[in-house]
């Protein structure tokens, strides 16, 4: 069947990788390394060993090109991978444009969205290594959702840090955690002296991830039994999720196609990086490919951030990692797309901007909502807030080739469905989102206590 007549191309299961793909092996320029927050001096392992299991510590410095997935890993990526990808036939004719549309959705897994692909195999090292324990952050909620139902598989106990503003958005994430198993409290709490600090200081606070990663990273410092676990920004969760684009490129082949762009959603960097980065050898290898990072104007690490030595956190507990960041003691405003709401960006993401090898863009709320509405409407799927922002630059793509009168071919990633964000489309339906704009203003006074290194 030809590309033309297929709505759902699915991979089969026996084609499911059994490699991800790291880019640190083919990257023109190496990262800078991170540094200790106390010493400021090059990581050892010896200094994330408290905190992180010792495979991903592994993973983290690898410059192998494929890192296996463990057997155990595969056989639970096998309840909904390979994860299909659609074209979007009825959104193409909506748009009236000539250009391909197809995208990877990641909304068929248990927990609805992309993360699943790294909870998994972070609890099983964990658990391989005798943790018990596990804390960590979340913002719109999917990352925690996903961390509870990993350890709950691996029958390891989970602690989840979720932002205030989101926590109050979005109370029906919070539910499903805690069905799974996990428990989740709103951060800043008064359960860790960060939490605390910051509600005598900031009483009305919404929220940071940062905030949330201080009190994450607190926790599992306190006990022996615990670790701590990260659901976005670094190298290892990067390298989890290349597993959605190692599928695209299969599935492109079945159809006989390739992408002139791809798109997806960036906040701390893990679902762009998930389709984008399998594609980077290509691009070195001279391939036109674009990849487009788009970020939310209330939250623009890439476009208006610096690129900076910066703690992962408020406290300064996390190693300092050269990113583009806004500053760690930024607040973001209460955007309804919570998992975009990071100061800092993926180091490798940075990196790969910082040397060309992709590009960036920032839109609205309203604009990114106007497009969900409309690929829900002609695609029949509700999507989250954040993937919204990729579906909006890939409208703006399929519309700019129709005016230039061109043929492309535009794959985006679909990171998560909104069946739990009806709160945020209810107040866009009655016009109370607002456009939230980060000025230079804000940026200059964020900055003002980035680390001096």
């Given at each position: 069947m030809s590309r033309e007549e297929l709505t759902k191309i699915i991979l089969p299961e026996d084609k499911l990788p059994k490699f991800w793909y790291n880019v640190q092996a083919d990257m023109p320029n190496p990262l800078a390394p991170g540094l200790n927050p106390q010493t400021k001096q090059p990581l050892t392992p010896a200094d994330l060993e408290p905190i992180f299991a010792r495979e991903l510590i592994l993973q983290e410095v690898s410059t192998e090109r494929y890192i296996e997935i463990p057997s155990e890993v595969r056989e639970l990526y096998k309840q909904y991978r390979p994860a299909p990808l659609f074209r979007a036939h009825r959104l193409e004719k909506a748009l009236d444009t000539p250009c391909r549309i197809y995208y990877k959705y990641e909304g068929v897994s248990p927990v609805g969205s992309h993360k699943l692909n790294s909870a998994l195999p972070q609890v099983f090292y964990n658990k391989i290594q005798g943790i018990k324990r596990i804390t960590t952050e979340t913002g719109a909620g999917q990352w925690g959702t996903a961390l509870?139902?990993?350890?709950?598989?691996?029958?390891?106990?989970?602690?989840?840090?979720?932002?205030?503003?989101?926590?109050?958005?979005?109370?029906?994430?919070?539910?499903?955690?805690?069905?799974?198993?996990?428990?989740?409290?709103?951060?800043?709490?008064?359960?860790?002296?960060a939490g605390r600090d910051v509600l005598e200081n900031y009483p009305d606070t919404p929220g940071t991830l940062a905030i949330a990663i201080s009190e994450a990273v607190e926790d599992a410092i306190s006990r022996d039994d615990t670790n701590y676990s990260l659901g976005s920004v670094l190298n290892h969760v990067c390298l989890h999720q290349t597993i959605i684009g190692q599928e695209v490129k299969l599935q492109m082949e079945m159809v006989d196609d390739y992408p002139d762009i791809v798109i997806g959603c960036c906040g701390g960097g893990s679902n762009f990086a998930g389709i984008a980065l399998p594609?980077?050898?290509?691009?070195?290898?001279?391939?036109?490919?674009?990849l487009l990072g788009v970020e939310p104007a209330a939250c623009p690490t890439m476009t208006k951030g610096v690129f900076a030595y910066d703690y992962g956190d408020v406290v300064g507990y996390t190693p300092m990692l050269k990113m583009y960041t806004l500053g760690h003691d930024f607040t973001p405003s209460g955007i309804h797309a919570g998992g975009l709401r990071y100061h800092g960006e993926s180091p490798l993401v940075s990196q790969l901007y910082h040397d060309k090898l992709f590009e960036a863009t920032a839109v609205k709320q309203n604009a990114a909502f106007a497009a969900a509405m409309l690929f829900a409407q002609n695609e029949g799927i509700v999507p989250a807030p954040e993937s919204a922002h990729a579906i909006c630059a890939a409208v703006d793509e399929a519309l700019k080739a129709k005016e230039e009168g061109v043929t492309k071919t535009i794959v985006f990633n679909l990171s998560g469905h909104g069946h739990l964000d009806l709160y945020s489309y209810d107040r866009y339906l009655s016009g109370e989102t607002e456009d939230i704009e980060f000025s230079c203003e804000d940026l200059e006074i964020s900055l003002k206590t980035l680390p001096q290194v």
């Open positions: 509870s139902l990993a350890c709950k598989h691996f029958d390891v106990e989970a602690m989840i840090y979720m932002v205030r503003v989101s926590y109050n958005q979005k109370p029906y994430r919070r539910s499903i955690m805690e069905l799974y198993g996990g428990k989740c409290v709103s951060s800043p709490s008064p359960l860790t002296k594609f980077i050898p290509d691009k070195l290898a001279g391939s036109k490919v674009r």
